[in-house]
């Protein structure tokens, strides 16, 4: 870990993370533009890989950069799912957050540490008295499950769901916890409904995404993406991985029952790219014209034209349960979205109308609402209106608001 300057404004602020994928970039970016700057020295400690990220290099505030070296044992556990892997990556991220602040600590006083993504060092964390020593801490969750069955969340039963309760409350009980911030509406509502002073604790926050306000014309954007003008597009944006439900897209849109008007967009990097450009639908896609790609990290004009030429978004997620941010980004535009049926966005795409509600798995399912966005364009715009108003106030802007107010400094 390199040192970094003794300075001493009016406050120390803390920010640590190590992951460099999903939420986070963004999340980081956020955070860091918030107005903490202004009365503040904002540090930022993470791997070199989230330090160099571009959301994270296009932040417009000044903030100094801590790199943490992974262990070469955790960066193994961060790959292994395995139930024993997760705890043990769970208290050794803990563990190493709580270090990193200790040598932070060591070139002058830590004010306040802000943990963008507690889920996955809850353990490290929530087992000491106190996570920093004292020092006061606030985090945001993305994927606590527990309480989905009571309140009608469709989700298989978590692992270790006892244990993560136990470990929430524990961390929420620590004196210098502030608050903990959820993008689950649902956990919101529950604490709401617990009796324990604690559970006040937990506020909810809107999964923000971005509001471009000038697109190109959908003509103009597809001109430079190459797709026609008379295709029904549906786009996976950011990183394309099989969790993602790619593959049972990819072989609904190429089953003969499919209309040839489909084509898909692939807007992001691949996780397994050759296997899948070399799979038996990609190509058969590709043989019709009928698939397409911007391959890589999205941002700025691309990203606008991607969401430009977009008839829908496909966030039809397997073996995951958590809420997307690219369901997000679709309804702030006024996309409609095909969804799968379980987790935060099944749940919150039913209670907000916003698209097709679909079994990714089920191939018949699936040819049959690519078939629906084809034949029925009314309805789908009708759930795209629904997206663009239920989700306003799914904005940067109030994501920063809340995250100031709840470390004591207002945001501009």
Not at 5 to 12: G, I, K, L, S, Y
Not at 94 to 110: I, K, N, S
């Amino acid at each position: 870990m390199e040192s970094i300057a003794r300075n001493d404004p009016q406050r120390r602020l803390l920010i640590v993370d190590i992951t460099s994928t999903g939420h986070h970039p963004s999340y980081i970016r956020w955070i860091l533009d918030a107005g903490l700057a202004q009365s503040a020295e904002v540090i930022l400690a993470g791997r070199t890989q989230l330090l160099e990220h571009p959301e994270v290099l296009a932040s417009q505030s000044a903030f100094t950069r801590f790199p943490i070296a992974v262990p070469p044992r955790l960066d193994g556990l961060l790959a292994n799912w395995s139930g024993l892997g997760l705890i043990r990556g769970s208290w050794m991220i803990g563990r190493l957050y709580r270090e990193v602040c200790r040598a932070v600590a060591r070139t002058g006083r830590v004010d306040f540490v802000i943990v963008p993504f507690l889920d996955d060092c809850i353990l490290g964390l929530s087992l000491p008295r106190e996570a920093f020593g004292g020092i006061p801490w606030m985090a945001i969750t993305m994927r606590t499950m527990f309480h989905y069955g009571e309140m009608g969340v469709v989700a298989p039963p978590q692992r270790f769901a006892g244990l993560r309760r136990w470990l929430l409350y524990r961390a929420l009980r620590q004196n210098s916890m502030r608050c903990l911030l959820t993008i689950d509406p649902t956990l919101a509502a529950f604490a709401q409904n617990r009796s324990e002073i604690f559970m006040r604790k937990i506020d909810y926050l809107p999964d923000p995404s971005t509001l471009h306000t000038a697109l190109p014309s959908k003509p103009a954007a597809r001109l430079q993406l190459k797709v026609p003008l008379e295709a029904c597009l549906v786009v996976i944006f950011g990183e394309i991985s099989a969790r993602k439900g790619v593959v049972f897209l990819l072989q609904a849109a190429a089953d003969p029952r499919c209309s040839d008007r489909i084509h898909i967009l692939l807007a992001g990097r691949c996780r397994d790219r050759e296997r899948l450009v070399t799979s038996e639908p990609f190509r058969g896609l590709e043989a019709a014209g009928r698939i397409h790609m911007v391959d890589g990290y999205v941002h700025g004009a691309e990203e606008r034209q991607v969401i430009a030429s977009a008839d829908c978004m496909w966030v039809g997620h397997t073996d995951f349960y958590g809420t997307s941010g690219v369901m997000v980004l679709a309804a702030r535009h006024g996309l409609p979205v095909l969804a799968t049926e379980e987790g935060l966005i099944g749940y919150m795409a039913r209670q907000h109308q916003i698209g097709a509600i679909i079994q990714p798995k089920n191939r018949t399912a699936v040819v049959a609402a690519l078939n629906r966005l084809v034949e029925q364009p009314e309805w789908f715009a009708r759930a795209g209106a629904n997206g663009a108003s239920a989700f306003q106030e799914h904005d940067p802007a109030e994501f920063q608001r809340l995250v100031a107010e709840k470390i004591g400094i207002g945001h501009p």
